[in-house]
């Protein structure tokens, strides 16, 4: 069984903080990673995806990948508290149409 | 027209009735999928086409059947559904798999069954 877990939260941080965001996946053979957010009540949407080990940066966003370890982490740099959503991870196994996410963490970015 | 339109946004149904959820993609994807999110559970998979063809059935109740005529359409017929069955369901396509190969996802059909 695929696995992936999220702390549920809510991760509460001070506007301007930087937010970090951790999941961890049961299958070595897991290829690709993807970051969603999703505001209350709408549909998730992409931030932004990794598949090699290291750090990824897109904006104030940074993706982190630790294959060893089996992890992947978020970090939201000057979070704003247009930030507050949750935030899911998700993973796909390479020739796969098969993306299994974890529950989300909900972040709060207090004013 | 949005990426992946669903459907109708609310549907209240009761336990005898029968239903169909719609989703249309105009991103020229060749892959649909069906996901439930019941509160504070993960996203779960339910079905996934690829091209027309059923390539993932997660184990899913026979009262959920779904049906994609074509890769740009995909059904859901819900019949004979139980109240756990309420949730949130959403359409999301891809283009291929994996790789840098996102999941777009429609708004959602809030399913409640009464």
């Known amino acids: 069984q695929k696995e992936v877990e999220q702390n549920s939260g809510p991760l509460s941080v001070p506007e301007g903080a930087i937010a970090s965001l951790n999941c961890t996946y049961s299958d070595r053979g897991s290829q690709s990673f993807f970051w969603y957010r999703q505001y209350s009540g709408k549909s998730p949407e992409l931030i932004m995806f990794?598949?090699?080990?290291g750090d990824k940066e897109d904006g104030r966003f940074t993706a982190q990948l630790n294959k060893a370890s089996q992890y992947v982490s978020l970090l939201i740099r000057d979070s704003q508290p247009s930030d507050s959503a949750t935030y899911l991870c998700?993973?796909?196994?390479?020739?796969?149409?098969?993306?299994?996410f974890g529950t989300g963490t909900r972040l709060k970015v207090l004013a | 027209e949005t990426g992946v339109t669903q459907t109708p946004r609310h549907l209240v149904m009761g336990m005898t009735n029968k239903k169909s959820l719609k989703c249309e993609q105009h991103l020229g994807h060749n892959a649909m999928y069906w996901y439930k999110q019941s509160a504070k559970k993960p996203l779960e998979l339910m079905f996934v086409?690829?091209?027309?063809?059923?390539?993932e059935n997660n184990s899913v109740p026979s009262r959920f059947s779904p049906e994609c005529p074509n890769s740009s359409h995909l059904f859901l017929h819900l019949h004979t559904l139980q109240p756990e069955d309420s949730a949130l369901y959403l359409c999301?396509?891809?283009?291929?798999?994996?790789?840098?190969?996102?999941?777009?996802f429609g708004q959602g059909t809030r399913l409640t069954v009464v």
């Open positions: 086409y690829n091209f027309k063809e059923q390539t």
């Open positions: 999301a396509s891809s283009q291929g798999s994996g790789g840098d190969t996102e999941a777009f």
């Open positions: 998700a993973v796909n196994w390479g020739g796969t149409y098969k993306y299994i």
């Open positions: 990794i598949y090699s080990n």
